[in-house]
């Protein structure tokens, strides 16, 4: 009880200081703009060096020699880079605003299978750090939430607007933990039988589930073809109807190889569209992954080895071994406060194995074809989405800075706490004078 | 319907009033005579050295005389020892034998298993012995003569052990304990043989963990020092100086401080083994590193410094080798078909190879010791007492030979707890501690005959096989049967009755601690192998407890399984015939 | 006095139980050298000889019988150090009492911990292994060298290193002993209170020492004070002899950490964490204090929410020594990486960003004679780098540690557990989850009243 006082009093100030933060970042504007003599880094059709022009929200041109609009406002580019928005394809950003403070943190709702869980609803879209993030360039973010056997719907959404509705990028998953008999951390002192146990117990359950779905899809057919029965209301079953129909992918979180077998057959019966996430152990199944033909978005690439005799470096090479085996592989921060690592994440991945090119593609275009938003995000084309970022150099190293950043065609102030933080403090005043 | 209680609360009940047992001995036969001469005997006298032929004489609780041509006196039982070894009677060098179970869980070690840590109102400085720091504890309050395990290692030859109390980081003294007796004070050969010492901290309270335990060593250590030297002045000239206050557990310290008493220091993987060598060499403490697993990374650093060692007699087990296929079961189901195409055949290799090495690693400690030169006896704490044998044809096998390993069981243990004049070697005026095989005692198929403890004769039978199943054979079950058998421990025992109605089996069994009747059901006669089982109803669950017996004229043997509980070894003679 | 306190005092400096370990020698031909205190020197080698570099130079003869290492462009730095970590220890928190100053890591190190070869596979050569956080003074902490492949702890000690003590302000201790147990501190008020406590009692008990210290050879009838290694352990900081390492989060803790340090005449100060450090940069600065803080980590607690990325950068910029530290075995990896983004967040130089991971955290430990720069004299400890070590596609490639080569990328073994469970197939499949406040370790669950997820 007192604890709960104690929280809700962290709380409020939590929320009072956000409020007026929230008004506190300068505001992106629209319009038109043109970015001119820049090196830009489509992704899917090579380097061009000259100009982009976004009018609408849109890319409506890219080229040496396009013609500005009038009324454009010209950004020199001269010897910065444009790339498209990073996406990251795992994330709680939004979701969570301090981890230890419960009651700011709504990505784990109470139950074991609750897929009616939206994240979207829970998106706060003024988070502190999602300004925090969007500074780095990674302009698009899944929001999923965790927690049980079936922890909710993820969604896409970029990091700009006021709404959830604002925010939302075109994409809806339903999340899955397989079972697994793996430990859950340092803290997990169940033992391998417990485990084991619990593994085939989760495994039942959710093919009881699926069965429950299957005859649920039939009923609910029939009596929208008005030759059957209305059915009782069903918040979990009405959330799962888009996956069984096929019009939705499942997020299928797998990471230990055996597991990730057992999924790929489990995928295979179930005849479920999915995209496998986490797969640590990936690298030891690579090939049957890529032989499923299921996508992946794999991270963070800075983990711990699975096992206490795996060589040191297996978090790193991962994607790349599995994007070497033919794996279509995304990369995700699986982050919350610190999804600006993402480019990070994608730079170690690339150094050890991936390669630059790969491993940019695996933050871009990837993921934007993973979750079927290709047509709006991942690459910078002609009647895209104006969601890019300016670097002056290669958007993975920590040296380089980002210059200029458009989401969804809106200019976003380079601003952000931190940021402000920094430009306060680093000279402060008064100093040590009273 | 009576409810019963379920078996493991049975057992629960059966642990404490174990005295209820005690009581029923009285009517035991007392032996005729405490002289004995067991004549033509293989008389191993030390390590390496046997008299063939020989006889041996024991009277008032000592070895009064060997040799080849000694007088057997007239008052003397004759056992014919016609190629039977015998030797001195082993020592556990360090061991909990004869403290009962439950107060041994109370350890940090079973996790779940043991008591509930005590609440204390400050856990930053809670009192001594809830802090498990009670040096000064004296062993024989916590002795229990009737304990089992003093039979189970009595059995493999043992019959004394440096016994010291449960606890955690100074649980008290040790004591060196005959492995007989009914008065745990009486038993006690040599009192405060040992400051016993773990590096275990307190449940949830200071000092909870090891760097905690060791900062409180150090300071009691400290504390200690010059707690004596103000009673030393004091005594001198008591005038005028502040009086020295009473601290039992700053007073146990003395001995050690005075290098008087050995730390025993329970050390057994080797990130202990350099922390209790680490504090050894701080205060150049005398010191036994005891219960030592790992100890091959030090041989040469005990060796060197001459610190003796007892090795733990529990060894890992190869897994893979005994369970067959049990290593698998890895969550790779259906590994078989995989196994063709495993594209991380090396690595499963190679993980194999290190899990072996690791394997030869442990089995191989105690030759290492001895090649090495170190001082080491050995100690039973972790062991369970059916592997201790096992265990040690297993060194044996692994590079220690036979005489260091009789000297770990013997003379060294001996010598390390002061009593080499007492104990360790077979020789006239020594205390009648022995042990008389069959076949040498390390042979693999060697039997322990006789074990003699202060001169008192305790007999087995030579090892029977099993009886075998023999589904063509034709018995009687029918009939009044008493039966027995151990869970837990505890015995358990009571009457089954068998009745026979042309070959429709049915009856009853009782059990003397539930004093309860149940009837037996699905029961099933196939040649001479019985099978039956019985429910007992604990509070809304049903125990099935299931027995499995070989019947062949008036014995019966075999196993009773109750699920999650266990299975156990159980006998049975007939004890009356049927009523038609 | 101090002296003949200590003449009855344990000194828990190492004790070289076993001999001295093997120092090796090496000489790393023909790289860019980076020595952190010279400038960048290319195509330069460097000699170490029994453990120490005896020479930096071009084109320097092999002495006989050393071994040799071909760095051309390559980038050899000093071996990185990692001003707070809980890699290579067995116990972490004595959680049981708010003060528990007595309690020392070194006494559990875990030379078997295979967080120490990760370590070194990202160039780190000696980390601070400390008490967590969950009393407001914690334990002495060991400085440690990553010999990785000896089982003797004494052979990971760094021998001669000051010693160091983990004090904790804020969320933490109150969390622990004032909301899980109902006693002092439950608030940063408190806080402040166990060190004005302690130290005032550890006053008392050094002038009782030195009380009968004068008068034992003349008094027959003197008896000694009794004897606490708690508060003698607080003694040894009033003289000067340990230096605090202090969790801290907020600006007005870190403000009260140093008034009663200044009250008490304690002038060695680091504060760890120190998220909010960037606030009250000018009185560290003024103090003296150094700062040992994360690259990036925010907001997963609310004392770490008003945090910014910039704070390394705000610190250096006031002068505050300052250091990058992981507090993880993950971040452990690739501090260099941690290192990098300072030049994101506040354009620090190359070699003001190498400080933060070498030259720095060794002033913060007090043994910045012996490693953190590549000096003739100092120890042979040394990262090399395929690529610059700040750009994110670098890779570790060997790692020395007092002349010995503890890891190279082209003879890594794989599988490089000390200690092989033997009745285990197959070391088991262990998901670590990203796990913060590594400072809470071993803290019973019941004072831990958040779950991440």
Known sequence: MKFTIKILAFLMLGLSTLSTYGQQVSKPVRGTFALTNATIETITNGSVQGTLVIENGNISAIGPNVAIPPDAKVVDCSGLFVYPGLIDGGTQLGLVEVSSVSLTADANEIGDIKPEMQALTAVNPNATAIPVTRVEGVTTTLVAPVGGTIPGTASLINLVGYTPDQMFAGFKGVVVNYPSAGRRGRRDRRTDEERKKQEEKQLKKLNDLWDNLSLYHKLDSAAKAGSGEDLDYNPKMEALLPVIRGEMPILLEVNQASAIESAIKWVGEKKVKAIFTGVAEGWRVADKIAAANIPVVTGPVFSMPTRTSDRYDTPYANAGKMHKAGVKVAIRSNDTENVRNLPYNAGFAAAYGMGKEAALKAVTIVPAEIFGVADRLGSLEKGKSATLFVTDGDPFETKTHVKHLFIDGWNVPLDSRHIRLYNEFLERSPGLEK | MKKHPTLFGLICLLVIPSFLWAQTNNDELRPVTRTYALTQANIVTEPGKMIEGATIVIKDGLISAIGKNVKIPIDAQVLKADSMYIYAGFIEGLSHTGIPKAEAQSGRGGRGGGPQAPQVKDPGSPPNDLAGITPEKNLAASLKPSDKSIADMRKLGFTAANVVPNGQMLPGQGALVLLHGDNADKMILKDQTAFFSQLVGARRMYPATVIAVIAKWRELYRQAELAQAHEKAYKKSPGGMSRPSYDPVLQAFYPVINKEQSVFMKASDIKSAYRALSLQKEFDLPMVIAELKQGWHVADELSKRDIPVLLSMDLPEDKKGKGGKKGGKKGDAKKEEAKKEDPFKAEREALEKRKMKALKEHWTQAGNMEKAGVIFGFSTLDVKSKDVKANLRKMIENGLSEDAALAALTTTPAKMLGVSDMLGTVAAGKIANLVVTDQPYFEEKSNVRYVFVEGNKFEFEAKKPAKKSDHNAKVVVAGKWTYSFEAMGQNMDGILELVDNDGDISGSITNTAMGNKSTIETAELNGNELSFSIKIDGGGQTVMIEYNLVIEGDNMEGTVSAGQFGTFDLEGERIGTPNK | MKKIINSILFTCVALSLFGQLDKGDILIKNGTVITITNGVLEETDVLIQNGKITRIGKNLRTPSGTKEVDATGMHVMPGIIDAHSHIAIDAVNEATNPVTAEVFTGDAINPLDISIYRALAGGVTSSHAMHGSANAIGGQCETIKHHYGSYNPEDLRMVGAPRTIKFALGENPMRVHGEG?????????????????????????????????????????????????RLQTLADILTGDVIIHCHSYRADEILMLMNVCKDFGIKRLCFQHVNEGFKVAPELAEFGAT???????????????????????????????????????????????????????????????????????????????????????????????????????????????????????????????????????????????????????GVHHQHLFFHRH
Request: aromatic share 12%; net charge negative.
């Open chain 3, 291 to 441: 700062a040992s803080v994360f690259a990036d980590w925010w907001a997963y607690k609310f004392e770490v929410y008003y945090s910014t990325a910039y704070n390394a950068s705000i610190l250096t910029r006031n002068g505050v020594v300052t250091s990058i530290n992981s507090d993880s075995g993950e971040l452990i990896r690739h501090l260099y990486h941690e290192a990098g983004k300072t030049q994101r967040y506040g354009d620090l130089s190359d070699n003001e960003a190498l400080s933060l991971i070498t030259i720095n955290p060794a002033k913060q430990l007090g043994v910045e004679d012996r490693i953190g720069s590549l000096e003739v004299g100092k120890d042979g400890d040394v990262a090399i780098f395929k690529g610059h070590p700040l750009s994110v596609y670098a890779i570790p490639q060997m790692t020395i540690v007092d002349g010995i080569v503890r890891f190279d990328i082209n003879m890594d073994p794989a599988d490089v557990r000390m200690d092989v469970n033997p009745e285990e197939d197959l070391p088991a499949f262990f998901l670590e989850v990203k796990e913060y406040d590594n400072c809470m370790q």
């Open chain 3, 181 to 229: 147990r109902g006693i002092q501190p439950r608030t940063r008020m408190g806080v402040e209170q166990v060190f004005r406590k302690a130290f005032s009692e550890a006053k008392v008990y050094m002038k009782a020492w030195e009380k009968y210290n004068n008068e034992k050879n003349t008094n027959p009838k003197a008896s000694a004070p009794e004897y606490s290694y």
